[in-house]
């Protein structure tokens, strides 16, 4: 049985799937296991190019020849990445390589980078995806057991390549019309334009027109120094409203993990993920009984990204949900606090960048997680917490879903919730059930169910196949255990059996708010 190659879309990547897997031994520009090679792209390594019998010349530019709309497209490859493509290209045509898995990243531009790689090598070979939303040790192996087939992404990769030559053509024809209308005899360049980029001047402009009007008007904020055991620092955070209680608290800080203090609504101006902590803490004992917070918040972390938030919410007297949405690398996340001025300033983006990394480096910062923290006061109980990773941030409202959240987290440390079998249960509206059917050594496969709520919070529940007939029935006020008796007998498997999985599928879809137990008329 041959290996499969493993291509993600960065070295940062690669490197990470090679901790989380194990076993790998590095050969220069790739890795290698007894089951796996491991190498990475560097972003786009080929990009789309007209064939030459079709390419109009830039001394032939003139409005006769517009539009250019190639009968076809052609892939050149980039050629500061040229080398790392030739790589890769060898790595696929090794005769010990049976399979490929796609391992960039989870998006359309991931789907692309790959797509292009394959087109260009020409191969027939198997295709696999690795599909993460989190890069964590545990998220990265959970993923390898749930690698989906490639085909099920052609979509995905249609819209990529439906982007990027809708992006060329939008962008040669523009930038040839409008150079040949406005451009004078003295300037050197062309007038530049393309389907991202004159809107994104546009919105440039108009802000800039708005910065030219602006009439300053002078304004105060309260500041006090704080001492506390030889240490001081400015703030304003809670003291204005020091006695005061509330039924609901939202609330945005200034989370980002860095060493800079220059921006209010960005920098927290204390160690590591201080602000975020505090605020966390600091929220919890403002909240009146029953009251609700919600705090968005970046943290440090090692391999379990909620070891940092349980420590922040201990002793609290709330209840609490953790929601975890990704988990970046430190470089990723300094290029991505910073891309302002990458455009404006290259040379202080690039001293930004190594300037920050250098801080998550001399902090001993390995992860950084994106989240949310969502409270509920619950004072003369023993309370409860529930960790969710999540699939993808919330695409809607999503109060209704926390609340439900928060009442399926009651429902599951009641004593009424220590017997799931005893009850019924109902799905809520506008869920989606998605399952595959792979074919894997000669034989078809059913993956894993998986329920996603669309628009929703981002959760998703992945369940056995084995217990979804059971939950198909959910709904008509019977009880599981009466379920999992019909289910038995029709399987003709042990009842014990199959009530352990439909009650971990249960409790699971319960826990991510897919499910909620409804009252047994018949009591």
């Not at 296991?33 to 990475?40: C, G």
């Not at 109902?426 to 059930?433: A, E, P, T, W, Y």
């Not at 929703?456 to 008509?476: F, M, N, S, T």
Request: proline share 5%; hydrophobic share 40%; with cysteine.
């Amino acid at each position: 049985m041959g290996k499969k190659l493993i291509i993600a879309e960065k070295p940062s990547v690669a490197n990470d799937i090679a901790r989380a897997l194990g076993g790998f031994t590095r050969h220069g520009e790739y890795f290698e296991s007894d089951d796996y090679v491991l190498s990475s792209a560097v972003g786009h390594l080929l990009e789309l190019t007209v064939p030459p019998e079709h390419d109009v010349k830039r001394g032939k530019w003139s409005f006769t020849h517009l539009p250019v709309i190639p009968p076809q497209f052609a892939l050149a490859p980039i050629e500061r990445s040229e080398p790392r493509l030739n790589v890769l290209l060898r790595l696929i045509k090794r005769k010990d390589v049976s399979a490929l898995i796609n391992a960039c990243d989870a998006g359309r531009e991931g789907e692309l980078i790959f797509r292009y790689i394959v087109q260009h090598s020409k191969t027939k070979k198997p295709i696999q995806r690795l599909w993460l939303q989190s890069m964590t040790d545990s998220a990265i192996r959970k993923g390898f057991e749930q690698l989906r087939p490639g085909e099920e992404f052609d979509g995905l990769a249609a819209a990529a390549a439906c982007r990027a030559r809708s992006d060329w053509l939008i962008g040669m024809n523009a930038t040839r019309a409008l150079t040949k209308r406005l451009k004078s005899r003295k300037e050197k360049s062309a007038w530049s334009a393309g389907r991202v980029q004159t809107p994104t001047l546009a919105m440039l402009v108009d802000r800039e027109f708005e910065i030219l009007a602006h009439r300053p008007r002078p304004y105060w904020r309260v500041i006090a120094v704080f001492e506390h055991a030889g240490d001081s620092y400015e703030g304003s955070w809670f003291d204005p409203v020091a006695d005061e209680r509330f039924d609901a608290i939202a609330c945005n800080p200034p989370y980002v993990i860095s060493p800079d203090a220059a921006f209010t609504y960005r920098d927290g101006g204390l160690p590591r993920d201080a602000v975020s902590r505090m605020v966390v803490r600091e929220a919890a004992g403002h909240l009146a009984e029953g009251g609700f917070a919600t705090v968005l918040c970046n943290w440090a972390h090692d391999d379990d990204w909620a070891a940092p938030l349980r420590d922040w919410v201990a002793g609290t007297g709330c209840d609490a949900l953790l929601l975890h949405y990704a988990t970046v690398p430190p470089a990723e996340y300094a290029a991505r606090w910073n891309l302002e001025l990458r455009a404006r300033a290259p040379q202080s983006y690039e001293a930004t960048v190594r300037r920050w990394t250098d801080y998550y480096a001399a902090q001993e910062i390995a992860r950084i997680g994106l989240g949310a923290v969502v409270l509920r006061r619950r004072a003369g109980a023993s309370c409860w917490l529930r960790a969710l990773d999540m699939a993808q941030g919330p695409s809607c409202p999503s109060s209704d879903a926390i609340l439900r959240l928060f009442d399926a987290g009651d429902f599951l440390e009641s004593d009424a919730g220590r017997n799931l079998g005893a009850h019924a249960y109902r799905f809520v509206d506008g869920h989606r059930v998605d399952q595959t059917l792979s074919h894997q050594a000669g034989a078809y496969v059913v993956g894993p169910a998986v329920f996603r709520c669309l628009p929703g919070i981002g959760v998703e529940a992945h369940v056995d196949p084995r217990a979804l007939d059971v939950l198909l029935e959910c709904g008509q006020h019977r009880r599981l255990d009466e379920l999992v008796a019909d289910a038995a007998q029709r399987r003709g498997e042990k009842a014990d059996e199959v009530r352990k999985l439909a009650e971990a599928a249960v409790r699971h879809l319960v826990e991510c708010g897919f499910l909620v137990p409804v009252v047994d008329e018949r009591a």
